[in-house]
């Protein structure tokens, strides 16, 4: 929970608080259905009041991170949305430019790997799933609406690993993009610009590899989309902590 007190105040209190929370799981090692200290316990162990430490409960509670049950206090969530297995260790901090790093790089093996194999996979009825989540993307993106390109993006992700017919990648790719959501989240990557546009073209290569029965070049434009994408992440991050 250290360095939190060192970045820049232009943040929203609830967001660092939120962060800190996160930490908090993750050095205390904390699995699903643990018990988290009371509102005013955590507000003073985070030097803050409880007024923030509710706002910043709301977000996590909304990304599936924490449950609070009345009477009985708050918990670390056991929904899909948790991840916090054995088989993540609970360690994912979604400000630390490190974790986004590993988190891409764990994408981009998946996806690259989704995407050659639905080049030589994906059904008729599969191609036209992708195509639509495409044309969602770039709807949202013209018309400036975030939730419907947000949503599009996420289908677009899911309906190319379906087409994998690997339930081991699409599982792989899902969690992975849970993850990631958190960090959008709290504010990072929630609006629409120039390297959004990038992002729908980028969509679009990927949707032509894989129609057209082409895996190298499906997998290369989703590396191609992906190292883009974190490099978005890595200079927002970076703005966002030190200004």
Known sequence: MNGSSE????????????????????EA?????????????????????????????????????????????LFVADDEGMLITSRWGGFFRPVDID???????????????????????????????????????????VHGQVDVFNQADDDFHAAVTAASHNTFLASAVRDARRLQRQSSAIGIHDTLGENTGFAVEEHEAIYRAIRDGRPEEAAEATAAHLDRTLEDYRREIQRRLFG
């Open 7 to 26: 970045r820049r105040d232009y943040r929203p209190g609830y967001e660092i608080v939120a962060e800190r929370i996160l930490e908090y799981i993750a």
């Open 29 to 73: 090692r904390m699995v699903a259905g643990d018990r988290l200290p009371t509102e005013i316990d955590l507000a003073q162990t985070l030097n803050t009041s409880r007024a923030v430490v509710r706002e910043a409960v709301k977000i996590l509670s909304a990304l599936g991170r924490v449950r609070a049950h009345k009477g009985r206090g």
């Open 99 to 141: 974790h986004v790093l590993m988190l891409f790089e764990f994408r981009r093996v998946q996806e690259m790997a989704a995407g050659s194999l639905a080049a030589t996979r994906a059904t008729p009825s599969e191609l036209r799933t992708i195509e639509v989540a495409m044309q969602q993307c770039r709807h949202g993106f």
